[in-house]
């Protein structure tokens, strides 16, 4: 069956960093677009950083621009997020998520548009 599995999450103080994990079972992540999700207390989820099965074509959400890193190693068959100057409202369970198929660019950072989804792992930013 296919499968991710995210770890990585916990607590941290604002301005620190944290590295998200995501690993595969049953596809191979370099035939997939990825992406990092998170789910905000108002139940939206949104899409924080994607690419493209070729790591050509990459959305990034405008508040963490300068400050995530989406990146993969195909040869562990993984995906990471890092994440630095990290600020509360960071806060959030994120969620990485694998398509094989995006449909268009314009919706490759929906949540709508993958079909493989991890577990989730919570990220607190507090003092």
């Known amino acids: 069956q296919q499968q991710l599995v995210s770890s990585g999450g916990g607590q941290v103080q604002p301005g620190g960093s944290l590295r998200l994990s995501c690993v595969a079972s049953g596809l191979f992540l370099g035939d997939y677009a990825v992406g990092w999700f998170r789910r905000v207390p108002d139940n939206k989820y949104e899409g924080v950083l994607c690419?493209?099965?070729?790591?050509?074509?990459?959305y990034v959400l405008d508040s963490v621009k300068g400050r995530f890193t989406i990146s993969r190693d195909n040869a562990k068959n993984m995906v990471y997020l890092e994440m630095n100057d990290l600020k509360p409202e960071d806060t959030a369970t994120y969620y990485c998520?694998?398509?094989?198929?995006?449909?268009?660019?314009?919706?490759?950072?929906?949540?709508?548009?993958?079909?493989?989804w991890g577990q989730g792992t919570q990220v607190t930013v507090s003092s």
């Open positions: 998520a694998a398509d094989r198929q995006i449909p268009s660019v314009g919706s490759m950072c929906l949540y709508v548009s993958y079909d493989v």
């Open positions: 690419i493209d099965k070729e790591n050509k074509n990459q």
